[in-house]
């Protein structure tokens, strides 16, 4: 049978870093950027985390303008990442603990909670294109002082790192770790790092109210009945999981490990959010070269296929460069 010649193939998709679109507004190419998204050759998407950062500015007329541009219905829309990983860690439950989901999920809330990022009319991006001063204010109190807390973490991460003598030159899929004390449900081996970091940090999220891991999975799966606690779910984690199922958990390990060798910057903590997007984009562009750099670190190890990385210029620079890399 003769292939179908007529067959084109699908644009490819390009994630811009947050700095990006900082130079875009500074210069005043947005309406080239739009122009690029509507009628270039590629899809310009846009993650959510993108628009959180720029709703923390205290810029108000700069955090305006990058809203604006950034709410803009030419790019496309990406989920959150919380929604994108837990769906994942849904996925493996259904294939390994199905006793654990509930008979009858709370679909109402969890549709409407989809429905408002996903949606073209209404929802978040409306908000946040109408209203971004309140937008702003409510993501100042969901995050409190978590963005700090966060930083703290990471530095001390960095400092636990080089005090126990770890080396920056080992391959990822070569990293093993331990609990530091016996817990029931693992087998006293030690295992791939990324499964302890996702089962202390998945625990921790499912544990919090209001923390968007418990928002998207507890409808699906009851947290409050013991699971968190349980030989089982440490067994899950730690020994039961794919990686190849999970590659965002993998990937954010991936970049807090390499990371942890490197400076720490005030935008450490997004790159990390940034990162859950790879799985779901063909090229990323950006000015921060530890960005790329850690992009290839994690490139042979990774459990798929991750975007080619492009570095362009900071400044006036970067913002030409990043319009002509979408033609």
């Known amino acids: 049978m003769m292939k179908d010649l007529t067959k084109t193939a699908s644009p490819a998709r390009v994630l811009l870093d947050s700095n ?46 990058l ?46 909670s989809r429905s408002d990022w996903s949606r073209k009319m209404g929802g978040f991006w409306v ?24 930083g703290q973490q990471i530095k001390d991460a960095r400092k636990e790192m080089l005090d126990a003598g770890w080396k920056s030159n080992l391959s990822l899929s070569e990293i093993r770790a331990s609990p530091k ?27 919090r109210p209001g923390h968007p891991y418990r928002d998207w999975l507890h409808p699906f799966v009851d947290v409050d009945r013991g699971l968190l606690q349980s030989s089982a779910w440490v067994e899950f984690w730690l020994h039961a999981v794919s990686v190849q199922a999970l590659p965002r958990q993998w990937l954010r390990w991936g970049h807090s490990f390499a990371q942890r060798f490197r400076k720490v910057s005030p935008g450490s903590g997004g790159d990390n959010q940034l990162f859950s997007y790879l799985t779901e984009t063909d090229r990323v562009i950006t000015a921060d070269k530890g960005f790329i750099d850690i992009l ?12 080619v990385g492009q570095l362009v210029p900071a400044g006036p620079e970067g913002a030409e460069a990043t319009i002509a890399a979408l033609h």
């Open 127 to 150: 908000r946040c294109a109408n209203s971004p001063g309140q937008e702003a204010s409510y993501v100042r109190e969901m995050e409190g002082s978590l963005l700090e807390q966060a």
């Open 181 to 207: 004390h016996p817990i029931k449900g693992w087998n006293g081996e030690r295992v791939d790092a990324w499964r302890l970091e996702s089962l202390v940090g998945t625990t921790y999220a499912l544990s």
């Open 296 to 307: 290839e670190v994690c490139r042979p190890s990774a459990p798929c296929a991750l975007p």
């Open 20 to 65: 990006l679109w900082r130079y875009i507004v500074d210069v005043g190419l947005q309406g080239r950027l739009l122009q690029a998204a509507r009628h270039g050759s590629v899809v310009v998407q846009i993650a959510p985390a993108i628009v959180y950062e720029a709703l923390r500015l205290r810029d108000v007329p700069l955090r305006n303008r």
């Open 67 to 112: 809203v604006a541009l950034m709410t803009n219905r030419s790019f496309h829309r990406l989920m959150p990442e919380a929604y994108s990983e837990t769906m994942e860690i849904l996925d493996e439950i259904r294939r390994l603990r199905p006793g654990w989901l509930r008979r009858e999920p709370d679909l109402v809330f969890f549709n409407r």
